[in-house]
């Protein structure tokens, strides 16, 4: 059975970092592209990073670039969202996706 649990968020000032981690289970993650996506309160979901496969290189919205950085772990079948720097608007859920499959998701908010 194909599963995603996302573990992470959590409250944190502006400025703060988080690592977000997708444990993942039912198939090979790194066969696979896998995202990153947040969905922020009363909109739509966003996409933030992905990884494309074996010897994927991460991919990011502009909106994170040089502040998040996706990584695996391919023996715990694990992938992750290092987040620095964080500001106001990454307040969200966010999710770890393959194609249209995403875990329950876990909320990040950015607040002094």
């Known amino acids: 059975q194909v599963q995603l649990v996302e573990s992470g968020g959590d409250f944190v000032q502006p400025g703060g970092s988080l690592r977000l981690s997708c444990v993942v289970s039912?198939?090979?993650?790194?066969?696979?592209?896998m995202d990153w996506v947040r969905q922020s309160p009363g909109k739509g979901l966003e996409w933030v990073s992905s990884i494309n496969g074996i010897g994927g290189v991460p991919t990011y919205a502009d909106s994170v670039k040089g502040r998040f950085t996706l990584s695996r772990d391919s023996a715990r079948n694990t992938m992750y969202l290092q987040m620095n720097n964080l500001k106001p608007e990454d307040t969200a859920v966010y999710y770890c996706?393959?194609?249209?499959?995403r875990g329950p998701g876990t909320q990040v908010t950015v607040s002094s």
């Open positions: 996706q393959k194609g249209s499959m």
């Open positions: 039912g198939f090979t993650m790194n066969r696979y592209l």
